[in-house]
T-cell receptor, first 112, second 114 residues
Framework: GENVEQHPSTLSVQEGDSAVIKCTYSDSASNYFPWYKQELGKRPQLIIDIRSNVGEKKDQRIAVTLNKTAKHFSLHITETQPEDSAVYFC???????????FGTGTKLQVIP | EAGVTQFPSHSVIEKGQTVTLRCDPI?????LYWYRRVMGKEIKFLLHFVKESKQDESGMPNNRFLAERTGGTYSTLKVQPAELEDSGVYFC????????????FGPGTRLTVT
C-alpha cells in the first residue's frame, strides 16, 4: 500500500519568513496530492491540492510542487503570519473517491 | 451548507466497555470515510462507504470495530470491547460522487480508553 513520509515534524519560523514542508510517497499509482491544515481543536481543512499532470500550483501565499519522477511533493508558505500556525498534513491518493493516505504531520509555529 | 458533524466530541470509557461514534456527512455526499489519528501519528484510513455499501474496509484494525451506514445517510462506528490502544481521535469525512471528490472532514471524536 501507499506510504507517505513527511518532514520536518516541527518547524518554527519568524513571522514574514518562508516555511517549506516536504513529503515523499511510495505508490506510483498516486496522482492526487492534497494538503490539509489543522488548527488547534479544529477539523482538518483542505488548503491546496495538486494532481500529477501539474508540476506546480500556487494560491496566494501557498504553493505546492510535485516531482512525480522522484515521488516528492512540497508545500511552500511565503510571508508567514501567526495565523499560519497549525499542523499541516500532506497526503496522497490514486484519485477520485479512493482513500487518502496521510503523512505524520508538521507542527508549524510562526513566531511574531 | 452544514458541514460534517460528529458526536460525541469526547468520550472517556474503561477498557472492555463499548462506545458508538456517530457521523453525519454533508447532505448529498455519497462517499463517507472514517479515519483515526493515534497519539500524534498520521491520520490513518479505516473504511469507506459509498451510500450504504462498504467500498473499502482495508484499514479496519480488527473485528472489535463495526461500522454501519444504514440508509446511506449517517454512519456509526462501534468499538466493542474497547482496548487501551483504541484511544485517539476518530475523524469522519465525506465527499460527493463526482469531481473534484474533495473530502470534507468533521471535527473528530476524541476517544480515551482507560
Amino acid at each position: 500500500g501507499e506510504n507517505v513520509e513527511q518532514h520536518p515534524s516541527t518547524l518554527s519560523v519568524q513571522e514574514g519568513d518562508s516555511a517549506v514542508i516536504k513529503c515523499t510517497y511510495s505508490d506510483s499509482a498516486s496522482n492526487y496530492f492534497p494538503w490539509y491544515k489543522q488548527e488547534l481543536g479544529k477539523r482538518p481543512q483542505l488548503i491546496i491540492d495538486i494532481r500529477s499532470n501539474v508540476g506546480e500550483k500556487k494560491d496566494q501565499r501557498i504553493a505546492v510542487t510535485l516531482n512525480k519522477t522522484a515521488k516528492h511533493f512540497s508545500l511552500h508558505i511565503t510571508e508567514t503570519q501567526p495565523e499560519d500556525s497549525a499542523v499541516y498534513f500532506c497526503a496522497a491518493s490514486p484519485g477520485g473517491y479512493q482513500k487518502v493516505t496521510f503523512g505524520t504531520g508538521t507542527k508549524l509555529q510562526v513566531i511574531p | 451548507e452544514a458541514g460534517v458533524t460528529q458526536f460525541p466530541s469526547h468520550s472517556v470509557i474503561e477498557k472492555g466497555q463499548t462506545v458508538t461514534l456517530r457521523c453525519d456527512p454533508i447532505s448529498g455526499h455519497d462517499n463517507l470515510y472514517w479515519y483515526r489519528r493515534v497519539m500524534g501519528k498520521e491520520i490513518k484510513f479505516l473504511l469507506h462507504f459509498v451510500k450504504e455499501s462498504k467500498q473499502d474496509e482495508s484499514g479496519m484494525p480488527n473485528n472489535r470495530f463495526l461500522a454501519e451506514r444504514t440508509g446511506g445517510t449517517y454512519s456509526t462506528l462501534k468499538v466493542q470491547p474497547a482496548e487501551l490502544e483504541d484511544s485517539g481521535v476518530y475523524f469522519c469525512a465525506s465527499s460527493q460522487w463526482q469531481v473534484p471528490y474533495e473530502q470534507y472532514f468533521g471535527p473528530g471524536t476524541r476517544l480515551t480508553v482507560t
